[in-house]
RNA sequence: GGGCGCGUGGUGGAAUGGUAGACACGUUGGAUUCAAAAUCCAAUGCUCUUAGAGCGUGAGAGUUCGAGUCUCUCCGCGCCCACCA
């Protein structure tokens, strides 16, 4: 017996042989294929949380797997450092932001390296530091000279709350995704950088991206949002000109005032418009409208129905009657009232449309409050165009030129006719809208412009003067952005005539930073360049970037299309040459844990709930997501400290798959914690009648120990399977089922225990990935000298994966009446034999015939009888 | 409103169209112990009286020799998007 496995020490010890041997430096290598594993990495926030722990472990058996594999490995790590958070402490309790941030790093660095994760610090980033941010100035100088930055006055969603320009991206549901305020709309100058350029490309990238989840896909694809359609000009007449007058000579197509662009994705039914409508803030709607009476009301209407989605279904809709016409561009005495209306948005499309009551449900609810036609232009048996808009197949009906046609060729037809008389021309719409990069913040990247106070020119800081660094005194007591109201650091000179100049004051979006981080991991110290060329083109080809990148699927449209956009922006400025930054995508699910409540819905912490000499006072709720709030916290430190990395590891691999939300519960942590002392405690006791670490192979063994030595070198494939399925949980049930093979396995003889120890060997190997620490202590216990960490994978002897005999079930009628024990190539005929000797069989059939007689060897037996 | 996904024991979850419930948690009984913890052994889908049988993957239909798995309809849940023309 030895002593029991002192699981802090032993944890401590590996690590530091780790780190002392350099076990997880990566270099590139040209003769070793290479595998970039990376998961997105973390704001530092102070502490790890039980996510970090899920995305950390995960990303980790992935490393250490490929890294027996054989692969050459790059697994790094690093901050994602600017942010609100650390402006938020410096209001709140006085410290820098950048001291905040460092010392945050520093804790997190010492909790992440306590779960023996293989990472190689030598390439850690902190984006927050000029030697990182330096880079993506830079980089912005370079964009701006291709075109891929620029600036413009804009209406901007504003964050009242943090005093911010948020991205569409940002706001959720018309409030600030972090705090939550109502967004306002002000028109400021902001930068930004042309995702829309790369729309068609980003869209089309997904469909290579086979190893994401479809989700992802789906998601970005419709935020990208594509659509076909038809822009189209409409003639506007003068109310004095429509109202009811033969006057249809003037021609106004000359004049472009008066003419007003609509876009939609269905101009086959043109020929049903009965209105046309253009946004609240369309530049026509102030000119056609703006002297009229209820105009204004109508406006501050317009804009105090709320964003929200509840608003928005209850949200009646609302138009105003402008009094103008546009003429129908095929029907010369039809003249369409032009309204404004409230569910028109004005930055989509041309902010304007035609209505078309009977095929759009918007138009018809409109158009019954208003007391329009509505003409039905579809014709299909389920159209009900009394009830509703019909919006499905059919053909063209009541549509001169276009009468029979389907909706695909009428739409071809239409674009054909408008293309030809010079009225509109077939496009492309995209939902996506260019990127604004511009915050008023504090804690984020300086953008690298000046603004010659003369003419007010827009001047790049030259590359030479880079990096623009963020001053130190900073005065976070005043509002608004502390960088306009510092005293000194905005006033300099233009650097191409030496005159008086203002800097920019914004800083970059701090999503800038985490776009490009995994190309900087590739050559983390180049002083020069973002990244060498030579370095990335190893890491990151143009065939691939990093092949397993781990992380939340709340990045699903911010940081995984903005990465994808940042790649392509690099490789159109000659930065690198690959296509896409992530070849494999995964999304974990979250942590969850219990929430306890008292009867006055006060929330308990789980040790206040466990206090309770009544528990009738308070009850348990459901398992949620981990929050401050709810007090269902658990603090990984805590964790770590009590029952060791490896338990950690090993119960957030087990229970759910990670792709699943994963419950945390005290009863799971300690099962993991109690296999962790079974595994050593069964190892250390055979210890002592093990054959040494190179005893040569004997030739034969007994029954029961083929058994053994087939069921382990079994476990070896199914166990590289799951992990690369990233079926972790079936990893750790495989493991555990090899683990109870061996602990029931009673030697007996040298045959035996070379077994035995060939299936521990096994075992220790297989479950490295996953407990790191436990497999290291255990492999020097069995006398080897080397480091496991150093070892290759494990490799399956192939004829100890055959089955010889195999039990398969026999059906009558297709139920299950009994099970045969067989030989895996057995014939037909003994089948027969095997299925019609079972009691259970021949009562079923009860004398009948066999009508037909079904047997897939090695699967299953079905008489059916009848 | 649109899109995507999911419904399996008391719980988390396994099942290339072929023995449903692997592996665990929990529960129950037993061993060990002065006692407890830890550990070990056994049982554990449901129903019926044990040997045994019947029923079982949200509901209903279909395809098939055979369906948790494929198809359709319905019910329930979750996530994402949303006056996007």
Redesign the pocket.
């Known amino acids: 017996m030895t002593e029991r496995y002192n699981i802090k020490e032993c944890e401590a010890k590996w690590r530091a042989k780790w780190d002392d041997n350099n076990c997880f430096e990566a270099h590139e290598d040209a003769d070793k294929e290479k595998y970039y594993v990376l998961e997105m990495f973390p704001y530092p926030s102070g502490r790890i949380h039980v996510g970090h722990v899920r995305n950390y472990t995960l990303g980790d058996v992935v490393a250490r797997y490929r890294r027996a594999k054989g692969y050459n490995v790059l697994r790094p790590m690093g901050w994602d450092a600017f942010g609100l958070p650390a402006e938020n402490a410096a209001i709140d309790r006085g410290v820098h932001p950048a001291k905040w941030t460092i010392s945050n790093t520093a804790e997190m660095r010492e909790q992440l390296k306590s779960m023996g994760l293989a990472i190689d610090w030598s390439r850690e980033i902190t984006t927050c530091m000029p030697e990182y941010y330096r880079h993506e100035q830079k980089m912005f100088l370079r964009f701006l000279k291709n075109g891929i930055a620029y600036r413009k006055e804009s209406i901007v969603n504003w964050d009242p709350v943090d005093n911010t320009v948020l991205a569409?991206e940002q706001v959720?549901d018309g409030k600030g995704w972090r705090t939550g305020a109502p967004v306002e709309r002000k028109k400021l100058n902001q930068w930004f950088l042309k995702i829309t350029d790369y729309a068609d490309d980003l869209l089309e990238g997904l469909e290579a991206l086979d190893r994401w989840p479809?989700?992802v896909r789906?998601?970005q694809k419709?935020?990208i949002?594509k659509?076909q359609?038809l822009k189209l000009n409409f003639t506007i007449f003068h109310p004095e000109q429509s109202e009811g007058s033969q006057n249809k000579g003037e021609d106004f197509s000359a004049n472009p005032e008066m003419t007003l662009e609509v876009?939609?994705?269905?101009p086959d039914t043109i020929f049903g418009a009965s209105f046309a409508a253009i946004?609240a803030d369309h530049p026509l709607a102030e000119k056609l409208a703006g002297e009229k009476e209820g105009f204004a009301d109508f406006i501050r209407q317009c804009q105090a129905?709320g964003?929200s989605?509840a608003a928005?279904?209850q949200?009646?809709?609302?138009g105003f009657d402008t009094g103008y016409t546009v003429q129908h561009p095929f029907l010369e005495d039809v003249k369409l009232p032009l309204y404004i209306a409230?569910?028109?948005?004005?930055d989509?499309?041309?902010?304007?449309?035609y209505g078309v009551p009977a095929h759009?449900q918007?138009d018809y609810d409109f158009a019954q409050k208003y007391d329009l036609p509505i003409k039905q232009v579809i014709d299909h048996d389920e159209a009900n165009t009394e009830q509703e808009a019909y919006t499905g197949a059919g053909k063209l009906i009541n549509s001169d030129f276009l009468n029979g046609l389907d909706i695909e060729n009428a739409k071809a037809e239409i674009i054909k006719q408008c293309e030809e008389l010079g009225i509109g021309e077939g496009t492309t719409?995209y939902?996506l809208r260019d990127w604004g990069i511009s915050r008023q913040r504090y804690w984020g990247c300086p953008i690298p412009v000046v603004y010659r106070e003369s003419d007010g020119a827009c001047i790049p800081v030259p590359e030479d003067q880079l990096p623009v660094e963020l001053p130190e005194d900073i005065d976070f007591s005043k509002p608004g952005n502390p960088l306009d109201n510092h005293p000194t650091w905005k006033h300099t000179t233009c650097p191409q005539t030496g005159q008086p100049a203002i800097r920019e004051t914004d800083t970059f979006d701090t999503f800038f930073e985490s776009s490009w981080y995994q190309f900087r991991y590739c050559d983390p110290h180049n002083e020069t360049e973002p990244v060498g060329k030579d370095k990335s083109d190893y890491w990151m080809p143009q065939s691939g970037g990093v092949e397993q990148y781990i992380g939340g699927?709340?990045h699903?449209?911010l940081h995984l299309l903005y990465a994808r956009f940042f790649t392509r922006a690099m490789k159109t400025c000659g930065y690198v040459s690959c296509d896409e930054p992530f070849l494999g995508l995964f999304t974990q699910g979250m942590v969850t844990h219990e929430t306890y409540q008292d009867t006055d819905g006060k929330w308990l912490f789980p040790y206040e709930y466990e206090a309770l000499n009544d528990k009738s006072v308070a009850k348990v709720g459901p398992s949620i997501k981990m929050s401050k709030s709810k007090k269902n916290v658990v603090d990984p430190e805590d964790i770590l400290d009590t029952y060791g990395a490896d338990a950690a590891r090993l119960f957030i691999l087990?229970?759910?798959?990670p792709e699943?939300?994963?419950?945390w519960?005290e009863?799971?942590i300690?099962?993991a914690w109690?296999?962790v002392?079974?595994l050593h405690r069964i190892i250390s006791d055979s210890i002592d009648n093990l054959p040494g670490a190179n005893t040569p192979k004997p030739s034969d063994f007994s029954e029961k120990a083929s058994e053994l030595r087939s069921v382990s070198h079994k476990t070896i494939n199914g166990i590289s399977k799951s992990i690369e399925d990233f079926?972790m949980?079936?990893a750790?049930?495989q493991m555990?089922?090899l683990s109870?093979a061996i602990?029931?396995f009673r030697p007996e003889g040298e045959t035996d225990q070379w077994a035995l120890r060939e299936s521990f060997e096994i075992l220790i190997k297989l479950i490295n990935p996953m407990m790191p620490h436990l497999a290291e202590e255990l492999w020097s216990q069995l006398g080897h000298e080397n480091l496991l960490t150093n070892e290759p994978w494990p490799i399956a002897d192939e004829s100890l994966l055959k089955e010889e005999t195999?039990?398969?079930?026999v059906?009558v009628?297709?139920?299950?009446r009994a099970?045969i024990n067989i030989a895996m190539d057995a014939n037909e005929e003994t089948a027969r034999e095997a299925a019609l000797a079972q009691d259970?069989v021949q009562?079923?059939m009860d004398g009948k015939q066999i009508r037909?007689f079904?047997y897939?060897p090695g699967?299953?037996v079905?008489l059916?009888i009848g």
């Open positions: 569409n959720v479809e989700k789906t998601m419709n935020w949002g659509s359609g876009f939609t994705t269905r946004a129905t964003t989605e928005i279904e949200a009646e809709k609302l409230n569910f028109i948005l004005m989509y499309g041309t902010g304007a449309i759009d918007r719409q939902r699927v709340e699903a449209v087990s229970d759910s798959p699943r939300d994963l419950e519960t009863s799971g300690e099962g109690k296999f002392n079974k079926a949980n079936k750790v049930a555990r089922e109870n602990s029931s195999v039990t398969i079930g059906q009628n297709g139920k299950m099970t259970n009562r079923t037909k079904i897939v699967k299953i079905n059916v």
